[in-house]
């Protein structure tokens, strides 16, 4: 069983920080891509930052300068450090990856649960 989780989310205040975290964990043999999603409230699930194995980085408009993914393939975890907190970045925050588990030859993509990221005063 393959499993994603996220941890690091909560309540503070604009223009302040989080670090959100996710960790796969199961028989996993490779890591392709991991990326970091979030869905407001009566909006549409929006892609905010990934990361491919390589290393190769892309942002949501809205967040660059102040977001930054990072991740570490020997654990298979997965950064998002957030500076400059706005509003509206209130979201649930989730944790995707693109993963093949072990004696398969194929890349699956998997969610996490979800964390709950709430900026205000």
């Known amino acids: 069983q393959v499993e994603l989780k996220e941890s690091g989310g909560g309540l503070v205040q604009p223009g302040g920080s989080l670090r959100l975290s996710c960790a796969a964990s199961?028989?996993?043999?490779?890591?392709?891509?991991m990326g970091w999603h979030r869905q407001a409230p009566g909006k549409q699930r929006e892609l905010v930052a990934i990361i491919t194995r390589g290393g190769t980085i892309n942002y949501l408009d809205s967040v660059k300068g102040r977001f930054t993914i990072s991740r570490d393939n020997a654990k298979n975890t997965m950064d998002l450090q957030m500076n400059g907190l706005k509003p509206e970045d209130t979201a649930v925050y989730y944790c995707?990856?693109?993963?093949?588990?072990?004696?398969?030859?194929?890349?699956?993509?998997?969610w996490g649960k979800g964390t709950q990221v709430t900026v205000s005063s």
């Open positions: 995707n990856a693109d993963l093949r588990r072990t004696f398969t030859s194929t890349y699956v993509n998997y």
């Open positions: 199961g028989s996993i043999s490779s890591v392709n891509f």
